[in-house]
Nanobody, 125 residues
Framework: QVKLVESGGGLVQAGGSLRLSCVAS????????MGWFRQTPGKEREFVAT???????IYADSVKGRFTISRDGTKNTVYLQMNSLKPEDTAVYYC???????????????????WGQGTQVTVSS
């Protein structure tokens, strides 16, 4: 019911910036919430940030103050502005969409029914 297309990954120097984009298509009810997760080889996929239809946001402590999640006016596109990037931010970043909003569950994989293909972010020292 929903397709997610990500873009914006790349290679940057530490301290640099990138902006990731994710465009959703399908039923709007299927992407009431949209978020970002990241994963490195051999590690569990971890929560980064999420945003509701109304604009409520939640950030992981590791990115708070450096990353900003937002949605455009159509609500079908979510952005992740990443500033002051660190080598520890290197990962495959995945866009996710879910049908609702729950402040306790929004940080979990189970809250999201649809996933993008992932985009690689590499931060060099």
């Amino acid at each position: 019911q929903v397709k997610l297309v990500e873009s914006g990954g790349g290679l940057v120097q530490a301290g640099g910036s990138l902006r990731l984009s994710c465009v959703a298509s399908g039923r709007p009810a299927s992407y009431y919430s949209m978020g970002w997760f990241r994963q490195t080889p051999g590690k569990e996929r971890e929560f980064v940030a999420t945003i509701s239809w109304a604009g409520n946001t939640i950030y992981a402590d590791s990115v708070k103050g450096r990353f900003t999640i937002s949605r455009d006016g159509t609500k079908n596109t979510v952005y992740l502005q990443m500033n002051s990037l660190k080598p520890e931010d290197t990962a495959v970043y995945y866009c996710a969409a879910g049908p609702g909003w729950n402040s306790e569950l929004a940080q979990t994989l189970a809250a999201y029914a649809s996933w993008g293909q992932g985009t690689q972010v590499t931060v060099s020292s």
